[in-house]
């Protein structure tokens, strides 16, 4: 019985799979978010199973390992981050004269290497959406509720 | 120096979204770590959107209507932004009661922790304010508006006490349900036309004719923006919220934020996209007329400053719907300068109010009294607001209300004309209440020690004041032609807004 209490999260079982499975699914992610541009998915549905791979740590080892991989401090600078990135490669379009005017040399298409902006908005997008959505999750966890005398 | 030759001069339409979408971010990087980082930031940027917004005057007089190409994709298959009278007018309604409010805020949201976090939240509202102005693109329209609608959600809760999670989570609801009806509009609009460009959707119906789906559509957009601006049967939300929230956030949402998502996009929508007709004509002005008066009366029984404030809103938005719903030319007019009027002393009786809570930290009536004799600028300068709101000549509020009730009498509507000179009334009678109870009469012995506040709160109040004495002028003939009638132009056109949008796409 101790042995549980000292070890926050779930069982051995569930542990030992998601040892496995965690690379895999973050590897996935990035992997959607990197081709957003030429098959489907792209920055929202990658950054969607990159904060996932992060909860399922959470989920099975409790959160003092998941905040520890990625605190809930470098989640909100990431959030932030990637808003000012993506708004950054818009304001850049200016070079080209309009505001999100894709400005990059775009290569071939169907290529990882094309479409310019686009993958970048794709991997700014990534950064928002997976530290907006960890940090709605781990702000759910901790929340503490202030008890009030009446 | 001829601003429309300048190469820069047409980008400036996506900085109004730029600017506060980047500092907002930057804010909630930067605001915690480096100290006083998110008052100055606030304010430059702030004050960069005024004078931005300024500028855009003068660019719709040099060049007319200005249609930008986001991403440099032609419209109807890209998004555009529309510059004209009205987005002008608008944007200057909006820049310059954010600029005075994050003035304000400086001392005032001291006392709040997390400062920073109620100017990014204040700044995200600004940026979707701004991009429902400037959009030319019906679902661009919803996004914005769903970004100023959450990010004010949080801001009625920005005190997290019991009252205002209530207040927050009631506003959610109804707000939801109006962005759900919006949505659903957009949808059948588009299963229609096939097109999401306002431009194009409006020439697509000239070409469908008269159709069954458009007075849907028109019925759930009269419920969507109709929530939005608290209209009579769907306001239940606003006594609530507004008050809920902290001083400058009850200014900014009285004052602006139900004005650009709700009356601008209902106008915009109404007499430019799907054309006014008869019927929506007569039930806009039904439904005005019915805001004013019950607004009206609502108001006359609260003892809660915020909350008499709030309910006063809902009584003069019925007036500007009711205005614009005559779509006569002079309605229109009358209209927006009842809104630009309102905006300003809206905002200055709020900010009042804050000031009085920020003195005596209560908001009820019956607990204040002889505030003049301790703070003669905030007693002044509400009694300047007051006195506007209910339409005492010479102050602005009276020549918005003498040109609305002479633009009924012109449209030959005389029980409405009288019923808004009735209201005019009622609103002078809870005027002076709050007056008589807050600021004459003798000072209350537990309010002995209060102080005027701060210096950059009076700043504000005094600036606002000064508006509210001089906004009469902007009806002088050389004004009038480059600010107000600008803006009743656009309306005036009605669905001819098609052939200017792609008349002006270079």
């Given at each position: 019985m101790n042995k549980k209490i000292k070890q926050p999260g779930m069982t051995l079982i569930v542990k030992t799979i998601t040892r496995l499975t965690v690379g895999l699914i973050l590897l996935y992610g990035i992997y959607i978010v990197t081709h957003g541009h030429i098959s489907p998915g792209g920055g929202f549905a990658g950054g969607v199973i990159i904060a996932l791979s992060f909860i399922h740590l959470m989920l099975a080892f409790g959160k003092d390992l998941a905040l520890r991989k990625l605190s809930e401090k470098l989640a909100a600078f990431f959030e932030s981050f990637g808003a000012i990135m993506f708004l950054t490669i818009g304001l850049l379009g200016f070079i080209g004269g309009?505001?999100?005017?894709?400005?990059?040399?775009?290569?071939?298409?169907?290529?990882?290497?094309?479409?310019?902006?686009i993958p970048l908005c794709n991997i700014a997008i990534c950064f928002k959406v997976g530290a907006g959505l960890f940090a709605v999750f781990v702000a759910l966890i901790l929340l503490k509720v202030p008890i009030k005398k009446e | 120096m001829n601003l429309a030759s300048l190469p820069v001069s047409h980008n400036l339409l996506p900085l109004f979204v730029a600017i506060p979408l980047g500092s907002a971010f930057l804010v909630s990087l930067l605001g915690k770590r480096v100290k006083g980082f998110s008052d100055t930031f606030s304010n430059v940027a702030t004050f960069s959107l005024l004078s931005i917004s300024l500028l855009s005057i003068l660019l719709v007089k040099h060049s007319g209507t200005v249609v930008y190409k986001v991403g440099g994709w032609i419209p109807p298959i890209g998004i555009c932004m529309v510059l004209d009278g009205l987005t002008s007018f608008m944007l200057v309604t909006i820049n310059l009661i954010a600029f005075l409010v994050t003035i304000y805020s400086?001392?005032?949201?001291?006392?709040?922790?997390a400062k920073w976090k109620f100017y990014t939240l204040f700044l995200l509202m600004l940026a979707g304010m701004n991009g429902v102005i400037v959009t030319g693109d019906m679902f661009n329209l919803f996004v914005f508006l769903e970004i100023a609608s959450i990010s004010s959600y949080a801001l009625v809760a920005f005190g997290v006490e019991r009252e205002e999670l209530e207040a927050s989570f009631k506003y959610m609801v109804m707000g939801i349900m109006a962005s759900l009806f919006i949505l659903l509009g957009i949808a059948f609009l588009y299963s229609l036309t096939?097109?999401?460009n306002m431009a194009d959707i409006s020439r697509t119906l000239a070409k469908i004719g008269d159709n069954q789906t458009v007075f849907f559509v028109a019925a759930l957009f009269l419920m969507g923006f109709g929530l939005k601006a608290a209209l009579v049967p769907f306001h239940s939300w606003l006594p609530d919220a507004h008050p809920s929230a902290p001083a400058p956030i009850s200014a900014m949402l009285s004052g602006v934020l139900i004005k650009a998502l709700g009356v601008y996009a209902l106008a915009r929508i109404f007499l430019n996209v799907l054309g006014m007709t008869a019927v929506s004509s007569s039930i806009l002005m039904v439904l005005g007329a019915i805001s004013m008066v019950l607004g009206g009366l609502l108001a006359?029984?609260?003892?809660?400053i915020k909350r008499l404030f709030a309910y006063s809103s809902i009584s003069q938005i019925g007036y500007v719907v009711f205005a614009i719903g005559m779509g006569t030319p002079l309605g229109i007019l009358a209209g927006l300068f009842h809104l630009f009027n309102h905006a300003i002393f809206k905002s200055l009786l709020f900010l009042n109010s804050g000031s009085i809570e920020y003195a005596t930290?209560?908001?009820?009536?019956?607990?204040?009294?002889?505030l003049t004799s301790k703070m003669p600028v905030t007693g002044y300068s509400s009694l300047v607001g007051s006195m506007s709101i209910s339409g005492?000549?010479?102050?602005s509020g009276f020549w918005s209300k003498l040109l609305i009730i002479l633009a009924a009498i012109e449209a030959k509507h005389f029980i409405f004309a009288s019923i808004a000179v009735l209201v005019s009334i009622l609103t002078l009678a809870y005027y002076l209440k709050v007056q008589k109870l807050a600021f004459f009469g003798e000072l209350k012995d537990s309010l002995k020690g209060i102080k005027e506040v701060p210096l950059t709160m009076k700043l504000s109040m005094i600036a606002l004041s000064i508006i509210c004495i001089f906004?009469?002028?902007?009806?002088i003939p050389g004004v009038q032609k480059n600010f107000l009638n600008l803006a009743t132009e656009v309306l005036v056109n009605g669905t001819n807004y098609a052939q200017i949008i792609f008349g002006s796409i270079k």
């Open positions: 309009y505001f999100f005017f894709n400005f990059i040399f775009k290569g071939k298409p169907f290529n990882l290497f094309s479409a310019g902006i | 400086i001392s005032y949201m001291e006392r709040y922790t096939s097109t999401l006359l029984g609260q003892e809660d930290g209560t908001r009820d009536l019956r607990k204040m009294g002889g005492i000549p010479p102050l906004g009469g002028l902007l009806l």
